[in-house]
C-alpha cells in the first residue's frame, strides 16, 4: 500500500516541509507557537552561537481571544520566559507581541526590526515541522533581500519521515495543505488588488 500511496506522500511532503542546515545568521525567528519544540530549537542555535538575536512573534491564535496558558497574556511573552529559563539572556530577545496569524509573524516582525533600526541579512525560523515551508514563504516575503534558513523542531509524528503513518500525523499535515491554499490565495487577491 505505502507503494502506492509514494508519489501522494511524497508530493505532500515536497509542498509542506522544509528543512536546511542551520548557518549563521542575524537572528532565530519563531512564529506563534504554544508547543516546546520550536523554542528548544530556538534555544540550540542560540547556545550554539549561530546567531546572537531571538525573535518570537505572536499574539494568540486568529480564531482566539486570549492566550490559553496561564500566566501569560501573549504568545511571546510565554515564549520569552520560556527562552530564560532555558539560559538565553533577557536582552537577545525582541519580542513581537501582536501577530496572530503566520503572514502576520513575519510581516509584524519585519516592522520590529525596521523600528528597531535591526537589519536582517540572514534568518533562521524555527517553526513546527509541518509549518516550516508556509513559515518560510512568507518570512521570504516579509524580508525580500535576506537569505532565510528553516531550522524547523523535530516533533515524531508530524516530521517530512514519518507524518502520513498516524491519524493525527496526516490531519495536520493535510490541514497545512489546506492553509497554505487558503492563505496564499489571499495573498494574492491582495497583491493582485494594489498591484
Known sequence: MRQQLEPFIDAVTQLVFASDSPEKADAIFIPGSRRPGPLIRATQLYHDRFAPAIIPSGK???????????????????????????????????????????????LFSR??????????????????????????????????????????????????????????????VLGEVRRLGDQINIQ????IRHG
Not at 536582552?91 to 509573524?105: K, P, Q, S
Not at 509549518?131 to 521570504?140: F, V
Not at 535576506?146 to 507524518?163: R, S, T
Not at 494574492?188 to 497583491?191: D, G, I, T
Open 60 to 106: 494568540y491564535g486568529i480564531n482566539k481571544e486570549c492566550f490559553a496558558i496561564e500566566g501569560f497574556e501573549t504568545e511571546a511573552d510565554w515564549m520569552s520566559d520560556f527562552l530564560i529559563k532555558e539560559g538565553v539572556p533577557a536582552d537577545a530577545i525582541l519580542l513581537e507581541r501582536n501577530a496572530t496569524y503566520t503572514w502576520e509573524n513575519a
Open 111 to 172: 516592522h520590529l526590526c525596521d523600528k528597531a533600526d535591526f537589519t536582517i541579512r540572514k534568518g533562521l525560523l524555527c517553526c513546527r515541522p509541518f509549518h516550516a515551508r508556509r513559515a518560510l514563504l512568507y518570512y521570504q516575503t516579509a524580508f525580500p533581500d535576506a537569505e532565510w534558513i528553516a531550522c524547523p523542531a523535530n516533533e515524531p509524528g508530524v516530521n517530512a519521515d514519518d507524518w502520513y503513518r498516524t491519524e493525527e500525523g496526516r490531519k495536520r
Open 188 to 191: 494574492l487577491e491582495e497583491l
